[in-house]
């Protein structure tokens, strides 16, 4: 599996860069991992919408889902220049039927309902899923494939259920919205020792902080982190590209 950070900033993108997007990648097959605003733009740096095989969303706040119309257009437009584009599916939850309802357009794009309760195939990946603390519904998810784990946390405040979801993963793709003075909580977001001590707790291999504030010394969340795990601790960085 090869991960690539697209997108990483919470809330909304600073100056030329973007929110949440995630580009997962195994045996030729790309799997989007939600679609925030400015994704669609870094996207192209990689890899072409018109060559997305799948889009898995894990709720439907704008910085998660802002670019979902954009990716439709592109390849709307695609098509318009000749080329034969299959449906892409957009995987999502049903418990927001509005905005479920837009993850289809014509015959560009179809929502497919994921089951959280349930294991989801897509292409070579395995994705389990799990309801984070967050204020609207969200799922993270533990994704699979080639013998390899890849936590994304989504949106969430800490919850003891992500210990054994994340356990032994080979990286836990954290959210982390929060200095480690700050609580969460409320807001439904992580802070930077919540997550550190997640990773210890789970011993997954390696840590990348992202969904991150957009004030503050970021290197802070770092060090905050690093005093409850001793493994190895990324800020997300644009075009970070980490293989397993």
Not at 35 to 60: M, W
Not at 120 to 131: D, E, H, M, R, W
Not at 147 to 158: H, L, N, P, R, W
Not at 210 to 220: E, R
């Amino acid at each position: 599996m090869e991960l690539t950070i697209i997108g990483f900033w919470g809330g909304y993108p600073k100056q030329n860069a973007a929110s949440s997007g995630y580009l997962l990648e195994h045996e030729g097959f790309q799997l989007l991992i939600d679609c925030g605003s400015g994704v669609l733009s870094k996207l192209q740096n990689i890899t072409r919408p018109e060559e997305l095989d799948a889009v898995i969303i894990s709720h439907y706040h704008p910085d998660h889902i802002a670019d979902i119309g954009v990716l439709q257009h592109a390849r709307l437009i695609q098509g318009f220049l000749g080329k034969e584009l299959p449906t892409l599916p957009l995987y999502g939850h049903e418990f927001d039927q509005h905005e479920f309802a837009k993850l289809t357009y014509k015959n560009i794009t179809k929502g497919v309902a994921y089951d959280p309760t349930s294991t989801l195939a897509i292409g070579p990946f395995q994705v389990s899923f799990l309801k984070t603390n967050h204020p609207v519904p969200c799922y993270a998810m533990r994704i699979e494939a080639g013998g390899k784990a890849i936590v994304y946390t989504a949106d969430s405040s800490f919850k003891e259920e992500f210990i054994e979801f994340c356990r032994n993963s080979d990286v836990l793709l954290c959210e982390c919205n929060f200095y480690g003075y700050q609580n969460g909580k409320s807001a439904g977001h992580m802070n930077s020792v919540e997550a550190g001590q997640l990773a210890e707790t789970a011993a997954v291999k390696q840590v990348i902080l992202t969904h991150l504030p957009h004030y503050g010394n970021l290197s802070d969340l770092i060090s905050e982190a690093s005093g409850e795990y001793t493994g190895i601790i990324k800020l997300a960085e644009e075009f970070l590209s980490i293989s397993l």
